[in-house]
Structure formats: structure tokens, C-alpha cells
């Protein structure tokens, strides 16, 4: 089944050094931000934490460094996300993967770190993998508290949220585990708590993290709560009929594309300055 893809390629892990460049001859974002119409909520009740950039680098999140190869990639992406989304609409957004090991968190954690630096919208990062939560390791900040702390103990969802000093970005994960996640995506508290977060903020994208297709359950039974979703391919690893056979599936409709992840060539980058 041909299958659209929303992004060329990413290409090799970047040394800790080469992720993180020199802006020296440029203006940032933040530098003119203000004057160009940039408005940020503040985060007075979420719990702030503080990101190691040397953790970050190390870990792929190269899309807190905007002026690496691979961020502008992710621009890409994210152009073509908003064009879509905002042409038929919806913008709670599934990433997950057919098998496991194929780089699905670390595109939602750059995907969020990519939409957060957009003007238009904020960004809520959901980590709904119950089984192991991993974004706020791949992050690097502690956490005890995750969506289960709200579906099997009433914690509210303010109580959850997690503020990694990036403007606009807002992230939910850490806390407990389960092996029953399937039943627990499944629930009616679950199903209760999508509705109530997707029309709150109409400015925000949502980005959860959702485990493999072919690993469980949990895929198909959280497809129903989101409007997109994105499958994540890694080059070389994933065979074709693993890719087909979670893409037969999920809806068809819901897919905006795939991303091949870890390709072994080089990304080609043009000078320009």
C-alpha cells in the first residue's frame, strides 16, 4: 500500500557537540519575539523543571537547538502538519510506531519542541505509554506523577503537568506503570478525559505518545480519542509487511504520513546565510 510521508528522512545521531551550534551571527526567536506578536500563557500552578541541554543533545531532542540540520526537518514537518490540520481540522495528534525501538519519542518530544516555537499555538506533550512512561527520562527531569496518577487515583490534571521552561510547552509524564493499559486506555474515565482536554485551549496542538500498533492493544484502543495520527518507521529496522500490517490497522483517514527515522545517509543541508 503506497503510503504518503510527511518527511523525507532524519539521519544519523549528532555528536552532543554538533547539536548544539553556535547562533553567535543571528538574532533569536527570543530577541525579537515581542516585537513580532509573540504571546506566551504563564504557567503559575504547572510544576516547573529545569532541561539539561547536554541530556538533550545526547538523547536526539534536536529541535531545542534550531539552528542543527536536523531541526530544520522538523519545521518541515511541522508546516506540513499545520496545513493539513488546519485545512480539515483536529489537533490532538497520536505518535506511535509499528514496533518497538523505532524512535516514536523522541519525534513527539521534538514535534512539541518544534510546535512550541510556532507563533499561533501552545503545545501539551502526553506521555500514554502506560506501560513505561519515558518522555520526562528522554527530557531528563524527575517526575512522579503521570496519567495514570489521574485515571486510577483522581489526581487532577493540573496536579500533572509539568512546565520544562520552554514558552508554550506543557508535558504530562512519569508516575506509574501498568500491564493492563489497554483496559485503562480503554475506560470511560479515559475517554472523559480526551473530551474534556481537546476542546479547553482551540490554540493548543496535543501530542501523545502512544505504544507500538503491533506490541498491544493500546494503539487501537486510544485511535478513537485522536484526530491524526503518525506512524514513525525506523530506516533498516522495520519490515515492510510490519509497517502494512499496522497501517491495515488503524483508520486510513486519521494517518497524515509516515516519518522514516535513522537513515543512514547523510542529510543534505544547503549554506545559506
Known amino acids: ?150 485515571l486510577l487515583d483522581g489526581t487532577p490534571v493540573p496536579d500533572l503537568i509539568v512546565w520544562p521552561g520552554i514558552e508554550k510547552l506543557t508535558v504530562i509524564s512519569g508516575g506509574k506503570t501498568i500491564h493492563e493499559s489497554s483496559e485503562v486506555i480503554a475506560s470511560p474515565r479515559m475517554r472523559e478525559l480526551a473530551a474534556e482536554m481537546k476542546p479547553r485551549y482551540p490554540e493548543r496542538y496535543m501530542f501523545f505518545d502512544v505504544p507500538p500498533v503491533l506490541a498491544g492493544a493500546d494503539a487501537m484502543a486510544f485511535e478513537p480519542l485522536v484526530d491524526w495520527i503518525i506512524l514513525v518507521v525506523q530506516a533498516g529496522k522495520t519490515p515492510m509487511p510490519e509497517v502494512n500490517r499496522a497501517l491495515q490497522m488503524l483508520p486510513r483517514e486519521k494517518i497524515l504520513g509516515l516519518i522514516l527515522n535513522r537513515h543512514t545517509s547523510q542529510i543534505k543541508v544547503y549554506p545559506y546565510q
Open 1 to 150: 500500500m503506497k503510503q504518503k510521508s510527511l518527511i523525507p528522512r532524519f539521519g544519523k545521531k549528532q555528536s552532543e557537540k554538533s547539536a548544539i551550534p553556535s547562533l553567535e551571527k543571528h538574532a533569536t526567536l527570543s530577541d525579537t519575539k515581542d516585537k513580532a506578536g509573540w504571546v506566551s500563557p504563564a504557567y503559575s500552578r504547572s510544576r516547573a523543571v529545569k532541561l539539561d541541554p547536554n541530556i538533550l543533545a545526547k538523547n536526539r531532542c534536536v529541535a531545542m537547538f534550531p539552528a542543527s540540520p536536523e531541526a530544520e526537518f522538523y519545521k518541515v514537518l511541522r508546516t506540513r502538519i499545520l496545513r493539513q490540520t488546519q485545512d480539515q481540522g483536529g489537533r490532538a495528534i497520536m505518535i506511535t510506531s509499528a514496533i518497538p525501538g523505532e524512535g516514536k519519542t523522541v519525534t513527539a518530544i521534538n514535534l512539541g519542541l518544534t510546535f512550541a516555537r510556532e507563533f499561533e499555538q501552545t503545545v501539551l506533550l502526553v506521555d500514554c505509554d502506560l506501560r513505561k512512561q519515558s518522555i520526562h527520562e528522554v527530557m531528563g527531569f524527575e517526575s512522579d506523577r503521570g496519567l495514570l496518577n489521574h
